[in-house]
């Protein structure tokens, strides 16, 4: 990935943090986005939700940015808590996630364009691949 990308990211992540609803109105747009998505987060503790959500954010740039480290504990961890064994979060269901987040991020970006949506989808795809990827967990088909 390019640093020109990871910059732009950077910079727009920041802008976007530094409004105080920024998860608030990305929780808003993600959970009205699917009754299913909304039945996943019954029962959430929303303030730790958003903690764990600006924590992955962060790390998917530090993943962008070295690719060659491949998964980390964190993201390996989040694989399976996010996997078939686990939440059991789809595919289609990281597209809903993605959508919303875009939107989010046209909100409340003042700095918006589609260099900066371009920018957010290819750090957050890093992320999503992998998740999709070991949905049913790193050993499927290992016999051991």
């Avoid at 303030?47 to 954010?57: H, I």
């Avoid at 961890?77 to 686990?86: L, P, Q, T």
């Avoid at 949506?117 to 999709?132: R, S």
């Amino acid at each position: 990935m390019s640093p020109i990308t990871l910059a732009v990211f950077e910079a727009s992540l920041m802008r976007c943090e530094a409004r105080p609803d920024f998860f608030d109105v990305f929780y808003e747009k993600f959970l009205s986005s699917s009754p299913e998505v909304a039945g996943k987060f019954a029962g959430t503790d929303f303030a730790r939700q958003k903690e764990l959500l600006r924590t992955s954010l962060h790390h998917l740039l530090l993943v962008a940015r070295d690719p060659k480290q491949g998964p980390d504990p964190y993201l390996e961890e989040v694989a399976v808590r996010h996997g078939a064994g686990g939440l059991a979060i789809g595919a289609h269901m990281y597209d809903l996630w993605l959508d919303s987040l875009l939107e989010t991020v046209r909100t409340c970006d003042p700095e918006f364009s589609r260099d900066i949506e371009g920018a957010w989808e290819e750090v957050m795809m890093v992320g999503i691949h992998y998740l999709c990827a070991n949905y049913e967990g790193r050993h499927k088909g290992h016999k051991g």
